[in-house]
């Protein structure tokens, strides 16, 4: 017992001077200004704390578990804190974002009227004449380039051969226009063939620019009515 | 902000024709709505460029019929002038091949039919190797013919082309 009972005095000697050693270096590194006793910051105070145990390991290697006990819980204190900082940070951006709310409350979208309105039976007729219009113009570029081609393949010089077939086909026009004032494209095609309805419209459609005559489509996709202007 | 008002903001915002169901989700529990757009309707009708039309089923706020085609150029058309074009050589030609059309517009005019075929405006069935295309009673009811039938239609777009 009484062994026992001294060994505990011992001990609890020991003790109490390991807590006041372990406090001792805390009030040191206030004292030193190392740490402000009323702003601590944990992560620099464990750092600090550590540097100066492990200072004390190499004096006297007798350093209490309690200052070590000390070191973990300032260690705890030192991870919660690291912890901590990403929610600091949300935090902040929320107050950054209600601060701007607040400057600019103008910010809110104004609710406007997007109608569309519906397309009328006229307009869908006028974009059917656009159509027709586009195709027709397409149909004589296609066959212009035909046509070209076909000439530079026999190595001929196409101006001369057009303005051949536009003399045949005056003199085609005049023999019909004397009998008649108007003649039907469809009467002087003379194969059903690409090619030859494009030997028969090109040289028109040069008479029809020089006004010669004139081209009119009564129904679309329907005959051309041929009708003499100056012969 | 007062019921009135509220069904006022949402006949503007809608641009289309709105249920009373529609107009009862917006304003207070208690609120007359039928009251509200009957005296909205007098209200309109008595001075501006707009009216509000009410039928059994919806109403609408609109431009007054005197005003339209003044302003009609100036309103955004629901269908784009490129697939407008494309719809209206269907609705000559019809019934017409897809690959046909596409020789009139250009390949674009795939795309095209794929979007008035989601408008229900146009619908297809295979035909070879492409497709044959045709208006819907979609098409008929848009544009106010007063009969779906191809034949009909095609006559009366000839009649209206000259």
């Not at chain 1, 609710?111 to 195709?135: D, F, M, P």
Request: hydrophobic fraction near 40%.
């Amino acid at each position: 017992m009484t062994s026992g009972g001294g060994s505990d005095a011992v001990n609890g000697a020991a003790q109490e001077d390991f807590d006041e050693r372990s406090i001792d270096i805390l009030v040191s590194l206030a004292k030193n200004g190392e740490i402000d006793p009323w702003d601590i910051d944990i992560v620099d105070v464990t750092d600090r704390f550590l540097a100066r145990v492990a200072e004390l390991e190499k004096l006297d290697l007798r350093v209490s578990s309690r200052t070590l006990l000390f070191a973990s819980m300032l260690l705890r204190m030192k991870s919660d804190a690291l912890e901590e900082s990403e929610p600091e940070d949300l935090y902040e951006e929320e107050s950054v974002e209600d601060e701007l709310q607040a400057c600019f409350p103008a910010l809110k979208s104004k609710v406007r009227r997007h109608a569309k309105r519906r397309v009328t039976l006229s307009e869908l007729i006028q974009e059917l004449k656009k159509a027709t219009k586009r195709k027709e113009k397409s149909d004589v570029r296609r066959f212009m380039q035909l046509q070209v081609q076909e000439f530079d393949a026999v190595g001929l010089a196409h101006s001369e051969d057009i303005e051949g077939q536009v003399k045949h086909m005056k003199r085609e026009l005049k023999r019909r226009f004397a009998l008649r004032d108007q003649v039907l494209f469809s009467e002087l095609i003379v194969d059903n063939t690409v090619e030859a309805i494009v030997e028969t419209y090109i040289p028109l459609l040069f008479m029809a620019t020089r006004r010669q005559i004139q081209l009119e489509q009564k129904e679309l996709f329907g005959d051309l009515l041929i009708t003499c202007k100056d012969l | 902000m007062n019921d009135r008002d509220l069904v006022e903001a949402a006949l503007f915002v809608a641009g289309r024709p709105l249920t009373l169901i529609e107009l009862e989700s917006i304003v207070s529990i208690d609120a007359d709505v039928e009251g509200i757009v009957a005296s909205l309707v007098k209200e309109y009708g008595e001075k501006g460029a707009l009216e509000i039309v009410q039928t059994d089923e919806d109403m609408v706020m609109q431009v007054k019929s005197e005003y339209a085609d003044a302003v009609r150029p100036i309103a955004q058309r629901d269908l784009e002038t490129p697939v407008l074009r494309t719809l209206a050589v269907i609705a000559f030609h019809q019934p017409v091949t897809q690959s046909k059309v596409a020789e009139i517009r250009g390949n674009k005019a795939y795309g095209h039919v794929h979007e008035l075929e989601a408008r229900k405006l146009v619908e297809s069935e295979p035909h070879g190797r492409t497709r044959l295309l045709r208006t819907t009673k979609a098409f008929a009811d848009y544009f106010g013919f007063e009969t779906d039938s191809l034949e009909e239609i095609k006559q009366s777009i000839g009649q209206l082309l000259h």
